[in-house]
């Protein structure tokens, strides 16, 4: 399997995210680029109300996932990490 090229990644993931985070902001929350696992997973940190709110899970999939999957098809997912 090829190695990664995990900078080309997060420039990727980095504008997918900037995409989304009129619509987080809009409702009081936002989100922060963590790190890229050697899986292809982006680790992504919910802020703000997007933490303790019920939907952050759909905002997560439906929302941050498929934005990111769209510019960038190498990736395999996106998990948030806890405080």
């Given at each position: 399997?090829?190695?990664?090229n995990?900078e080309?990644?997060k420039?990727?993931?980095?504008?997918?995210m900037?995409?989304i985070?009129?619509?987080?902001?809009?409702?009081?929350g936002d989100?922060?680029?963590?790190?890229?696992?050697?899986?292809?997973?982006?680790?992504?940190?919910?802020?703000g109300?997007?933490?303790?709110?019920?939907m952050s899970s759909?905002?997560?999939?439906?929302?941050?996932?498929e934005?990111?999957?769209?510019v960038?098809?190498?990736?395999?997912?996106?998990?948030?990490?806890e405080?």
């Amino acid at each position: 399997m090829a190695k990664l090229n995990k900078e080309s990644i997060k420039e990727k993931v980095l504008f997918a995210m900037e995409q989304i985070r009129p619509f987080l902001n809009a409702d009081g929350g936002d989100v922060e680029f963590v790190d890229i696992t050697d899986e292809a997973v982006v680790q992504v940190r919910l802020t703000g109300a997007c933490q303790d709110c019920s939907m952050s899970s759909m905002t997560l999939k439906a929302g941050i996932e498929e934005a990111v999957i769209k510019v960038a098809p190498e990736v395999t997912g996106v998990v948030a990490l806890e405080y």
